[in-house]
């Protein structure tokens, strides 16, 4: 294999373990924030629009761990800035 | 590899050091509809019991906002409103115009949000200056004691990096899966996508408001919490 095709390989390998080991934890972390939320609203019913509030809030900061690992990976796959790189510099040898 | 860009920054016009790109324009776009619409209604406002459409429509907007802000804060909302209210209203019309076909919302580039964001970074101190006076302001930054001051200025650095990722990051998956979907679904599933991101779109725009509420309200809030507590101790 050539360093381009190498390159495209461990990218795209790298992308898919990301985003797949990236939202493991805000998954699980979503999923009790909601089910504590749920259990408080049952509680205390009145309270509902405060929780859901900062249920909302609280998640998109959650969230925003697997958004970093999602963008990354989209990088790796659409903007890649090594692949460019070394694409000149394949051409520039031939 | 071309096929999906995930970032509307390619240049559509170009005349010698200035160029035209998608952002600019549609950016460009948003803010004369929010201009034109809000100069439309309040060329002829009423404060009688008959009211315009329209005026109706802005008077439910505003008194949400300033609810919002009043219960977010605790504080007054007046002075935040302006600042937290325009972030909110040109992010929530730049992701819902996402339905209208040929369009790309400017928050789906990296750098739309990062001025967002910048914005905020900005707005924290000059409302916790004006609120509280430039030394009680700096000294938050030693508070509970000098060795936490590197940490303090970059938790102020990365909240305002993962307020620029994560309203970027979500508009542009949005825009990703429904191009990636339309490659192998077409017909009903690119639909469904994009009803969720009109939703992600809202969600998104409401968090950005009151992050950027919750930062300002933090920077102004020590001072006052303090000077209650004196009273109520005296």
Known sequence: MDTNAVIAAVSIFTAGLTIAIGSIAPALGEGRALAQALSAIAQQPDEASTITRTLFVGLAMVESTAIYCFVVSMILIFANPFWNHFLQASAGTQ | ?234
Not at chain 2, 20 to 42: D, F, G, K, P, Q
Not at chain 2, 60 to 72: A, D, P, S, T, Y
Not at chain 2, 223 to 232: D, F, I, M, V
């Open chain 2, 1 to 234: 590899m071309n096929g999906i860009r995930i970032s509307p920054d390619a240049a559509l016009w170009q005349w010698g050091p200035i160029v035209l790109n998608r952002t600019i324009l549609y950016t460009w776009l948003v803010m004369a509809l929010l201009v034109l619409v809000s100069w439309l209604v309040t060329r002829r406002l009423s404060t009688g019991i008959k009211i315009s459409r329209g005026q109706n429509l802005l008077e439910i907007i505003v008194m949400g906002l300033r609810n919002q802000i009043r219960e977010v804060s605790q504080q007054e909302p007046g002075r935040f409103l302006p600042f937290v209210g325009t972030l909110f209203l040109f992010i929530v019309v730049a992701n819902i115009l996402s339905i209208v076909p040929g369009y790309v919302a400017p928050t789906s580039s990296l750098l739309t949000t990062a001025a967002l964001a910048v914005c905020v970074l900005v707005a924290v101190p000059v409302y916790g200056i004006a609120q509280q006076g430039l030394l009680a302001y700096l000294k938050q930054y030693v508070r509970p004691s000098v060795f936490m001051l590197p940490f303090n200025i970059i938790g102020e650095l990365s909240r305002t990096l993962a307020l620029a990722v994560r309203l970027y990051g979500n508009i542009m998956s949005g825009t990703v899966i429904a191009a990636i979907l339309l490659g192998f679904a077409p017909l009903f599933v690119p639909v469904l996508m994009q009803a969720f991101g009109l939703l992600t779109g809202v969600i998104q725009a409401y968090i950005f408001a009151v992050l950027a509420m919750v930062y300002i309200a933090s920077a102004t809030q020590a001072h006052e919490k303090r000077e209650q507590k004196q009273e109520s101790g005296a």
